[in-house]
């Protein structure tokens, strides 16, 4: 039985956060966390990495909006509740001034190829060359016999066929997430800070939870 080893590395990357100078970030309590749009060749991508960011931003201790669910929300609240209003609702749910955006620069699961080798082997040719001396034996006038010695050479070529061997090569292309996240000021559109960063991992959970993780890292000490 033929055995397929597969060597897995991990493997991350992340520029410097850029963080605007002099605001006070511990001020902050509460964070809108708008809908990320799906990475183009994944669909469902953008809810998966906004469940990430929310999870992970809570572990900070930060109050967590989730945009992309408030409209549900709050209909569910004017049905149930007598006398609230929607607007007023949607005030209390969305009156932070901070908002978290992403977007996905990388979006991919792992993947296993098995690619055909296919192995020529021209052949070969052994040429062989053998040198014999005989003697030979004659004799003179006096009757006496005189020894003398022939070369004999002989040429011998061998030839070997070529051949084709197959077989398969098993490659492996691991899970890859890329993510650039900015913290807004809602009320005036600055950029307080963003970060870029990337992860690769043998999963793609794991990959989206370390991307998201080493996105959020740096924010985390902002905040305390």
Partial sequence: MRRVFVFIFLFSCTDKPVVKPDFDFTSIETIVI????????????????????????????????????????????????????????????????????????????????????????????????ETIDEPIVTKDQSGNEIVHYETTITETTSTKKGSLTERESVEYVSSRVGMTVQLLNASNGDVLWTNTYWYSSISLTNAVNECVYGALKPLKKLLE
């Fill in 34 to 129: 708008y809908p990320t749009p799906d990475f183009r060749t994944f669909s469902g991508s953008g809810t998966i990495i906004n469940k990430s960011i929310v999870y992970h931003l809570m572990k900070m201790g930060i109050n967590i909006v989730e945009r992309e669910t408030t409209p549900a929300l709050i209909k569910e609240a004017s049905l149930s509740q007598t006398g609230i209003t929607q607007n007023e609702i949607d005030v209390k749910m969305t009156s932070s001034d901070f908002a978290l955006l992403c977007t996905l620069t990388e979006f991919k699961d792992h993947q296993v190829f098995v690619v055909p080798i296919t192995t020529r082997d021209k052949g070969s040719s052994v040429k062989t060359v």
